[in-house]
């Protein structure tokens, strides 16, 4: 009996006891290899010294205090890690509690930005259909995951939907990559005009697209032409970063890979490694300039908001990936990954795509390689490869609506930084067993 509302009501799920590295060890003593990372968020793997050691002399020192009264020694430090990771002009942070309420404090700055300009008609967000920004309700309005948002509808501000960067679907067979990238870009453009530039606060995007899609990266030259379109019609451009920043694609931030510097940029789960829940917004100079020049005050705010033992636990996981070499790591180990699960999953006929940036993979699922045909919904295959894959021993982030919120299944995969080569072998191993007893279902 369990007086706790699970993600579902139905479900038994193992009570987790203790963890080293990328292990995880249930009540009976099942070891478990994380190979997702929980949600792409224990980057360090389990029962890191470092941060375990920073957060207790965090606790000793002083645990918590509102910050309308005071600031703490670890959030200015880490604030000033962050924007020197960062290039110019993101020289500020907020910091908060998790990616949605990131997202939450990104989208309602932009709309203040807009007001201390004197340009309150820029009310309107653009986004992409299959992206994921959060489960509060004004994240979940400019997300388009579909099945997320459905319940809910009535109840969410009307946001413009684009189409996602999804190269493996969406190319078309005479297009070049750069072709099809400026294709899709130039949407927003079209969007823009059609709403109004006048009424265009902002486009909100991940560069890599996490567990909507699959890892789904964009293509070549898409996001330099957003930025483009964003600055010629006076549009903020804010990248989601909750899931693939922090080191996670092989650079600190996402999105210098694709060599654009956004106005806004979130960031959660790997900032504090799963050690303490930990959010922020990294922030262009022009909008902190409006808002202290301006009213000089953020009109937004949490209880938890910069937490000082978040804050240190955050602060020892960055150090750490920028002492250890941890980028180079993710960036050799994420190749090795590919290689790996291409060369033991492509023969395996209900395999489409092996996709991916570093460190964070997807897996996409087809019914039939050649014409893309995705499994039958009713296959339930994401349900199912989960739970195979935790009773042979792996941790794996399985999702269906994969296409279109409805049609598509894929299998994320983000394993902590620190995994090694033979544990490379062993997460491809699992998998692959995993998915091999999971297709005598629907072959």
């Known amino acids: 009996m369990t007086h706790i509302l699970h993600r ?4 038994q799920l193992p009570t987790v006891t203790g963890g080293e590295g990328i292990y995880l060890f249930d009540q009976t003593g099942k070891q478990y290899l994380d190979g997702c990372g929980g949600a792409a968020v224990s980057n360090l793997g389990h029962s890191h010294a470092a941060v375990k050691k920073a957060m207790i002399e965090q606790i000793e020192s002083i645990p918590f ?3 309308g009264f005071f600031t703490s020694q670890p959030s200015e430090d880490l604030a000033t890690l962050l924007t020197d990771l960062a290039p110019d002009p993101l020289n500020h942070v907020y910091f908060v509690s998790g990616g949605s309420e990131a997202v939450e404090s990104a989208l309602k700055m932009a709309r203040q930005y807009f007001v201390e300009i004197g340009q309150p008609s820029k009310t309107q967000f653009i986004a992409r259909r299959q992206s994921y920004h959060g489960n509060t309700l004004g994240a979940l309005a400019v997300g388009g995951n579909e099945w997320r948002r459905e319940k809910f509808m009535p109840l969410l501000s ?12 969406d190319q078309q067979d005479n297009e070049s990559e750069l072709d099809y990238s400026l294709r899709v870009a130039n949407e927003l453009e079209t969007e823009i005009l059609a709403v109004g530039a006048e ?6 995007a991940e560069p890599v697209v996490g567990a909507t899609a699959g890892a789904l990266p964009a293509t070549q030259g898409y996001f330099k032409r957003i930025r483009e ?3 010629k019609y006076d549009v903020l451009l804010i990248l989601d970063e909750v899931m693939c920043g922090i080191g996670r694609t092989g650079t600190f931030y996402a999105f210098e890979q694709d060599q654009i510097v956004p106005d806004l940029v979130t960031i959660a789960k790997g900032l504090g490694a799963g050690y303490q829940p930990i959010g922020g917004v990294v922030i262009s100079d022009k909008i902190y300039d409006a808002i202290a020049n301006g009213s000089g005050f953020f009109q937004h705010g949490h209880t938890f908001m910069a937490h000082p033992v978040a804050c240190a636990a955050a602060l020892a996981t960055v150090q750490t990936i920028i002492s250890e070499n941890l980028l180079d790591k993710v960036l050799e180990q994420g190749i090795k990954l590919r290689a790996k699960l291409r060369e033991a999953l492509s023969p395996l006929p209900y395999v489409g795509d092996v996709r991916g940036r570093g460190l964070f993979i997807g897996v996409e699922l087809v019914a039939d390689k050649q014409s893309k045909t995705p499994l039958p919904t009713s296959t339930e295959a994401n349900k199912v490869i989960k739970q195979l894959a935790m009773k ?3 941790m794996c982030y399985p999702m269906a609506g994969t296409i279109n919120g409805r049609a598509g299944h894929h299998i994320l995969l983000a394993p902590p930084f620190i995994i090694n080569d033979k544990q490379l072998d062993e997460l491809v191993s699992k ?5 091999i007893e ?3 279902g629907w072959e």
């Open 199 to 204: 009424n265009v606060m902002a486009f909100v």
């Open 158 to 169: 009307k946001v413009k939907h684009i189409s996602p960067c999804y190269a493996y679907r």
């Open 431 to 435: 998998l692959k067993a995993a998915l």
């Open 229 to 231: 379109i964003c600055d």
């Open 65 to 67: 205090a509102h910050t």
């Open 438 to 440: 999971a297709a005598q």
């Open 392 to 394: 042979h021993g792996l």
């Open 8 to 11: 579902h009501c139905h479900s």
